[in-house]
């Protein structure tokens, strides 16, 4: 699927991610976000919801987690790089934490 | 909290880890493994499980997903190294898989 943000939709898209609290990752076409929570029941209680959100879209995240931090990034692998879905996922992620 | 494992104790509990598929994490006294399962919804589903459990126990892992694979890894944080709970997380962990 070649669904690649480019021009100026990619631009609009990253400066709304980044004011978001959404970075791009070095040398890969991602961004990623550390996300903070009260305790790791918090934390992981987003997780869940996230997790069921992106097996709706069948779009997985990268991420990791310690106690109450979780640290996402987020790709399209199959476009080798940032896509509308990688927003679409950010955006809800965002909105349940 | 200074219960880290030691002497015949830890040499027998590490040896029963790495039969188990467990490895030393270099340049820190702590375990990883990666849990490989068939989706992610497999995956995340053994992750909610072992969730509940390290959260009764009170100790959590540090870990991260991506699709179906999930890497693992377990010290003690207030102990500065491996303790009897890394082994019994350990074994839940895989009790669980």
Same sequence: chains 1, 2.
């Avoid at 070649?2 to 609290?21: F, H, I, M, V, Y």
């Avoid at 790709?75 to 909105?95: F, N, P, Q, W, Y």
């Amino acid at each position: 699927m070649n669904d690649k943000l480019s021009g100026a939709a990619r631009t609009e898209a990253l400066d709304k991610l980044q004011a978001a609290g959404w970075s791009m990752v070095e040398g890969r076409d991602a961004i990623s976000k550390l996300f903070k929570f009260k305790d790791f029941t918090r934390a992981f209680g987003w997780m869940t919801q996230a997790a069921i959100a992106a097996e709706k879209m069948n779009h997985h995240p990268e991420w990791s987690n310690t106690y109450n931090r979780v640290e996402v990034t987020l790709t399209s692998h199959d476009a080798e790089g940032l896509t509308d879905r990688d927003v679409k996922l950010a955006g809800i992620m965002d909105g349940l934490a």
